[in-house]
């Protein structure tokens, strides 16, 4: 498995998914405010590889109030170790990391003043351009 190139997502991170060992990094989803218009949205994430084998892909924190697969996952990231394995796991403990640090469901809630969409002030005025919407296309394979 490998990052999309460029032009397919705009998720990076400087992770090595091909390499044996235990990685921590973010995936860093671009997002511009009107504080950086060089944000990123971070969302941490490990990858444990030990030699070829299938992949498996973790992922809690969707909703960022449901707090015991977000617990469990970062214990396993803590304490799983490549020699304990054959292949690769991608640990995702708080996909939705804004939320996750709210403790809510979703993210807050930016100024409605932000969106001319009304319903729409959390992310961005167009709908289908949401950060969050970019996660599912970061992976291929
Ligand atoms: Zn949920």
Known sequence: ???????????????DFDRDGKQHDWLRLPFSTDQSAYGVIPIPITCIRNGVGPTALLIAGNHGDEYEGQVALGKLARRLEPLDMRGRILILPALNYPAVVAGTPLPRRRRQSQSPVPGRGEWHSNPDDRPLCHLGSAFDG
């Open 1 to 15: 498995m490998k990052m999309s190139p460029a032009g397919e997502t705009r998720i990076w991170t400087t992770l």
